[in-house]
């Protein structure tokens, strides 16, 4: 047993109602470590106060030039097409209905046979690792027969992303979430629209706290879908005769794959 | 320090303070252990305090091998200080050092530091999210950086009363109101995007925990024309909201229990419930990284000067204008006269009082001058409590027909709610004690009826908050009072103040700024509607 479990102390987000679910321990102030260069200089000039805002404003900017959506390929060929340029476009692929997968290189290029796919919907779409976020969304929700969409490991799918795919409610049937940094439970709980879902990945996702209680209370709610995630078991302490007889301490032993100490 | 290192010391020792020189130099000496010595060359008078611990090896160092062979020269030591308090004169000497320092605070002999400054352009008074906001978006919309000085004045620096950090949290655009919609569309636009508007450079994200489960409005057959009316308009402005009938409402939810509902409102995206804590110290750690100054003190009194003006029809007008501010601080008679150009009474529940200081309200009845903020503070009870077998997690906030709200609060099955009393059951507002026969009375049973499975749940805790409760109208007051001509509004949302926030922010500093309201239209919430008695009702208030 790690002796420093004990003197772990959690800041729980909710205990039972007695302190109130305000966390004001959320907000201390980041502990300073090492300074750059930079970061000192700010501190005595405006000058540079202002050029890091701006260079923090910029990164922002990025993300969302990356996500503008193609009005002119969906204007000329319609939205399918727009939806699989912009997956391509990030580094993802797409299938459209009895064909094969369409992957882009390393360098995000693509042949442009994707156009003469005109007639033919959109069916899988797998946007592992790309930098979608909120409005890049926008090109993926008119695609209405998509059947199945892979999010894994996307940095800026979040809560908000979640709730916003309701409109594939009818034909999604397959959604991966593994490895997203944003998704935590109060995102999943909106997954509840999506009623034709057969299978849905939730595993290894590092801002949801409980995994195994969230896992039970997902299956709950979509009860034809097979959720795959977390063993529910995990995070299960165990009952008082199978604890190891630890008395000294007050905090009971956390489960160790070794059993008795 | 050990004898043997200090004797290894050559370079000169500099000090800070600049009036000292310590080197260490060569000394012929007949002991053989003994190489170097220091010479000490004092141009201050005070040497044995300066040199601190230094001083004392040094002292001690001299004595054991030096001693007799040695002339040491220490000029000007002065025999009345004592070693003991070392520490805390040398860091006396600094602090005296720093505030002559150009940049710091040079008040020596009395510290002001805890008062507001003498002059500011804009006073906000109330330092809730609707203040912090108004303050943002002053900051943010002048065209110029540091063009405005904005001071936000709060009286309760713990928060501990004020209806922000109490709230429930939620956020909707099922209102009956176009603008109220529009507001509330706007809140959630900047909500999500909230890492950046509310970015500092070297500060973590704000995680505002926000679940987007949405509303659902219930609807007896009375009301149920009037939800398809409101829909149909929130729907024009680009809410997402469905109707549903009873059948479709007990497949989606098959824990309710439809009697007597005729239909249902169900928010698809863009609502939900927040934590109204984190917003708030967002916007404080923003705008206070921005420029704006602080100050926890009691407004106690304006003083205003005041002219007599015709308007058209020929009748006199005496129009207000403030231009002071006093600022009391807490537990003491100490205040601060602040000069301001303008005063933005942003006080949430006691903004009546507020208002009456500046002189609002104080005429004859049924005239402009006569006519009070109609802004009262109004108690509200908020319950928790878990229920094991209760709703599951696709459930969202709940607003029954007869007023009875709940939600759930995170995994473990707990739910929060509770229900506005009615003007007869209305509780005293004059301190926050929280009244259980409430639940048991008046909310309980209702919950039990909606929710079977609520027969058997267990009170956790409970609080009480309360609301700026508009009585002409419960909808929000924003903009420029027409007699004080300087003192702007930005209060009496009852209830909705906490979602409408960033929009009333941005609605008050566009008027500030560019004199009229530029995105959205908030002339319905003007003043003057109290006075030409024409009611903006707001019917789906929780």
């Known amino acids: 047993m790690d002796p420093t479990e004990f003197l772990r102390l959690i800041p729980p987000k909710w205990n039972g109602g007695k302190r109130g679910f305000r966390d004001l321990s959320g907000m201390v102030a980041p502990e300073r470590k090492r300074r750059t260069l930079l970061q000192f200089l700010s501190d005595h000039f405006y000058d540079v106060k202002f050029l890091r805002e701006f260079m923090l404003q910029k990164q922002m900017q990025k993300l969302y030039l990356d996500n503008r959506s193609f009005t002119n390929i969906q204007d000329r060929y319609g939205p399918d097409i727009a939806g699989a340029f912009f997956i391509l476009q990030h580094g993802g692929s797409v299938k459209f209905r009895d064909r094969e997968w369409i992957r882009s290189d390393e360098y995000k290029r693509f042949s442009a046979e994707v156009l003469k796919f005109q007639a033919v919907p959109v069916e899988a779409i797998d946007a592992s690792g790309c930098v979608i976020n909120y409005y890049g969304l926008d090109n993926l929700l008119p695609l209405k027969e998509l059947r199945s969409l892979s999010l894994q490991r996307c940095p800026h799918v979040d809560d908000w992303c979640l709730s916003r795919l309701y ?24 997954l509840h629209h999506l009623q034709n879902l057969q299978r849905l990945d939730i595993s290894d996702l590092p801002a949801v706290e409980y995994p195994g209680l969230t896992q039970i209370l997902v299956e709950e709610m979509l009860p034809n879908c097979e959720v795959v995630g977390t063993d529910w078991a995990q995070g299960l302490r165990l009952g008082p005769e199978e604890r190891p007889q630890n008395t000294a301490s007050p905090i009971p032993a956390k489960p160790t794959a070794r059993g008795s100490r | ?32 252990q003994v190489a170097d010595t220091l010479v000490v ?20 160092f001299l004595r054991l091998g030096l001693g007799r062979s040695l002339s040491i020269r220490e000029v000007g030591t002065h025999s009345g200080y004592s070693i003991l308090d070392w520490d805390g004169k040398v860091s006396e000497f600094k602090k005296k050092i720093q505030s002559i320092m150009p940049g710091e605070p040079g008040d020596l002999l009395c510290d002001t530091r805890h008062l507001p400054p003498e002059h500011s352009d804009v006073v906000i008074v109330g330092g809730g999210v609707l203040g912090l906001s108004v303050a943002f978006w002053l900051k943010k919309l002048a065209k110029r950086r540091d063009a405005i000085r904005v001071l936000v004045v709060e009286r309760d620096h713990m928060y501990s009363k004020a209806s922000t950090g109490l709230s429930v949290g939620g956020i909707r655009q099922q209102f009956s109101l176009p603008q109220n919609v529009q507001l509330s569309l706007f809140s959630i636009d900047f909500l999500r995007n909230i890492n950046e508007y509310l970015a500092v450079v070297d500060t973590p994200p704000l995680d505002l925990q926000f679940n987007p489960s949405g509303y659902l409005l219930l609807a007896t057959e009375k009301g149920a ?25 007990q497949k989606k939810f098959p824990w309710m229990n439809m009697e007597g509902v005729a239909l249902a409102s169900y928010g698809l995206e863009n609502e939900g419930w927040f934590d109204p804590w984190s917003l708030l110290q967002g916007l404080r750690r923003k705008v206070q990284s921005m420029g704006v100054l602080f100050c926890q003190g009691e407004v106690t009194r304006f003083l205003t000067s005041s002219n007599s003006m015709r308007n058209s029809s020929g009748e006199e007008v005496i129009l207000r204008r403030i231009h002071e501010v006093h600022v009391k601080m807490d537990n003491s008679l100490e205040y601060q ?22 002189g609002i309200g104080k005429g004859p009845p049924g005239t402009l001058q006569g006519t009070k903020l109609p802004v009262e503070p109004r108690k509200r009870f908020v319950y928790l409590w878990h229920c094991p077998q209760g709703p599951g997690l696709e459930t969202p906030l709940v607003t029954d027909t007869n007023g009875v709200y709940f939600r759930r609060e995170g995994l473990g099955n707990n739910y929060v709610g509770g229900r506005s009393p009615t003007e007869e059951e209305e509780p005293d507002p004059a301190d926050l004690e929280v009244d259980h026969d409430f639940f048991q009375n008046k909310v309980w049973p209702h919950l039990a009826q909606r929710v079977p499975v609520f027969e058997a749940l267990k009170v956790r805790s409970a609080w009480a908050g309360y609301y700026d409760y508009n009585t002409f109208d419960q909808n929000g007051v924003v903009g420029p009072h027409p007699l004080v001509v300087n003192m702007y ?11 409408h926030a960033p929009g009333v922010g941005r609605a008050v500093a566009e008027m500030l700024l560019e004199g009229r309201f530029q995105t959205i239209d908030m002339s319905p919430f003007l003043f003057s509607r109290f006075y030409l008695e024409e009611k903006v009702l707001e019917q789906n208030i929780i």
């Open chain 2, 337 to 358: 006269p602040v000069e301001c150009a303008i005063v933005i009474n942003a006080a949430g529940a006691w903004s009546g009082q507020v208002a009456e200081l500046a």
């Open chain 2, 41 to 60: 060359r004092v141009w201050g008078n005070q040497l044995s305090e300066r040199l601190g611990s230094e001083g004392a090896m040094l002292r001690r």
């Open chain 2, 225 to 249: 024309a009037i939800l398809e009316t409101n829909v149909k308009m929130q729907r024009q402005e680009g809410a997402k909201i469905s109707l549903m009938s009873p059948e479709q409402l």
């Open chain 1, 167 to 190: 409109p594939l409610s009818d034909s999604l049937q397959e959604l991966l979430l593994a490895g997203c940094p944003h998704i935590s439970e109060r995102g999943l709980a909106c």
């Open chain 2, 1 to 32: 320090m050990s004898g043997r290192q200090a004797l290894g010391r050559r370079q000169p020792i500099a000090w800070r303070g600049g009036d000292l020189e310590v080197t260490t130099g060569q000394w012929a000496c007949s002991s053989e």
């Open chain 2, 489 to 499: 509004f930005a209060t009496g949302f009852s209830g909705h103040g906490l979602q």
